[in-house]
């Protein structure tokens, strides 16, 4: 007799998109914000360094996100020992 694996579905974990949507947001901020001159926009804005510190950011939100998604990927690779 032949089981079929049982094909588990692949949802991101409710931490990865908490951390993950702000990690984009603050990517795209940071990209616009060195491609562009939004000093009209707010006094900080024209400061050299708030690009840089978005995109700092939003690499440590994203690279957070990515800690419950290997976790959720070895938890399920961890399959119990067949029996005997």
């Not at 001159?37 to 996100?65: K, Q």
Request: glycine share 8%; aromatic share 4%; net charge positive.
């Amino acid at each position: 007799m032949t089981s079929k694996p049982s094909h588990r579905r692949r949802v991101l974990p409710i931490s990865a998109w908490l951390l993950g949507v702000p990690g984009l947001a603050c990517l795209i901020a940071g990209l616009t914000l060195l491609l562009g001159d939004f000093s009209e926009l707010h006094p900080l804005l024209a400061e050299s360094g708030t690009a840089i510190a978005l995109i700092v950011s939003a690499i440590a939100l994203l690279g957070s996100a990515a800690f419950p998604v290997a976790l959720r990927r070895l938890a399920n690779a961890d399959t119990p020992a067949p029996d005997q």
